[in-house]
């Protein structure tokens, strides 16, 4: 499932940097994920770099983005694959 920021973010840039997969932008209020680059860092580390580091804990799991262990894996091979 790619993660979504909610409302609660408060701008704070430590989220952006920390994306392996550069799927973390200032949208026009606060920070987006682009869910077709989000792979919760599968591939890259055991947990989502962004929720680690988040101060307010706004980052959640994107109830519209719904996707299996295996099919972020792929994602992530697809995604290495185009880099």
Known sequence: MALL???DCINCD??????P???ISQG????E???QRCTECVGHFDVPQCVEVCPVS???SDPQHPETREQL???Y???MASA
């Open 5 to 7: 920021i909610t409302d």
């Open 14 to 19: 430590v989220c952006e940097p920390a994306c």
């Open 21 to 23: 997969n550069s799927a």
């Open 28 to 31: 026009q209020d606060i920070y």
């Open 33 to 35: 994920i682009a869910p």
């Open 58 to 60: 706004c980052i959640i």
């Open 73 to 75: 894996e792929a994602k």
């Open 77 to 79: 091979q697809q995604l």
